[in-house]
């Protein structure tokens, strides 16, 4: 990332002695003059803070909107996904920390230069719905993705975050305009889990999501559900709950299969038992709608409707094998199926 990639970071405020106070992320980090934050792609450069990743791009793809996953919003349609380096979490089970750790372990990624204008060109050109802002962590290319997303928004383009939720609601307020929906990764519901392996806290993500909600975007809360460390049936049914009466029964909440990766190779792979087991605390906390994930061809991956159980999006993998949601109501029982379909 070079000079040619900085800009002026947004919410930050000056301090005495030429630091600065970032305030874009639950961190809050307080960030010297020369420092770093600890996503360590916003620098304090003479008392401004400094963006070194605006527009260096390190993935771009066109993928299906159900990857993210969202399976309530736009179903079956094509995303333009993007990414830059970098993370405000050091998760040690993280699936894609060859780009979100690079900046924090000193290892330099140059990227795509492709500005805001170019980015919605492309998602034109490949007749996207929407672009989301994944594979790391959008929060820390939240100036990127900010002028991005009220470019989309004018060219009838959705906007969707894949994210840690840890923005501040401050952050959240500022983005609301033109963020349509988000999937937040609620890891795990014990402080010290958060702190031991993500380097974070919980609380603000909980904030998050409930400033999320209150902001009325759309939101669907993934748990990557970790063999000894966030799968005991009282874990799970906190997280469920808080879903459920904190955010709402009509939540969307995917249960996915960990796999051995960067700093977990020592855990095996999540039993379907599992999370068959975390399906059922969710439904018996109240939620309507509840996914296995990183299972092709579970039958919990479709979307049923939640008065009679019939079957309204078919779904293997990330592929769409039937959709009956024409209208967003069950054609058989007129129950309104909460989601953005069209």
């Known amino acids: 990332m070079g000079k040619k990639n900085r800009r002026e970071a947004m919410l930050y405020e000056p301090l005495e002695d030429q630091k600065v106070h970032c305030r874009l992320c639950g961190h809050e980090c307080r960030i010297s003059p020369d420092g770093y934050g600890i996503c360590r792609v916003r620098q304090n450069v003479s008392g401004k803070l400094i963006s070194l990743s605006y527009d260096a791009l390190v993935a771009v793809h066109v993928d299906p909107i159900e990857k993210k996953p969202l399976f309530h919003f736009l179903p079956g349609t094509q995303s333009l996904s993007v990414a830059a380096a970098g993370c405000n979490f050091r998760c040690e089970f993280c699936q894609n920390w060859q780009i979100s750790q690079a900046p924090a372990e000193g290892r330099i990624i140059g ?57 501040t609601p401050r952050a959240v307020q500022t983005i609301a305009p033109y963020l349509d929906a988000i999937n937040v990764d609620l890891k795990a519901f014990r402080e010290e889990t958060y702190r031991s392996v993500m380097k974070a806290r919980l ?116 592929g769409i094998l039937e959709n009956r949601l024409a209208d967003g109501r069950c054609p058989d029982c007129n129950t309104e199926i909460a989601g953005l379909w069209a």
């Open 111 to 167: 990227g795509q230069e492709i500005p805001p204008d170019k980015l919605v060109a492309l998602a034109q050109r490949h007749r996207c719905a929407s672009i989301s802002y994944t594979y790391t962590e959008p929060t820390v290319f939240y100036e990127l993705a900010y002028d991005t997303a009220a470019l989309a928004q004018q060219k009838g383009i959705r906007n969707c975050f894949v994210s840690n939720g840890y923005m």
């Open 203 to 318: 609380e603000p993500v909980l904030t998050c999501l409930k400033a999320l909600v209150k902001a009325g975007i759309w939101v669907e809360v993934t748990t990557l559900v970790v063999p000894d460390m966030n799968d005991s049936d009282a874990e799970l049914r906190d997280i469920a709950r808080f879903i459920a009466e904190q955010l709402s029964p009509d939540t969307p909440w995917h249960v996915s299969r960990f796999h051995a990766d960067y700093k977990m190779t020592d855990h095996s792979a999540t039993p379907v038992g599992r999370l068959h087991r975390a399906l059922e605390i969710g439904r018996e906390a109240g939620l309507r709608y509840v996914y296995c994930g990183n299972v092709p061809g579970d039958e919990n991956e479709s979307t049923a409707c939640p008065d009679c159980g019939a079957t309204l999006i078919r779904r293997v993998g990330f």
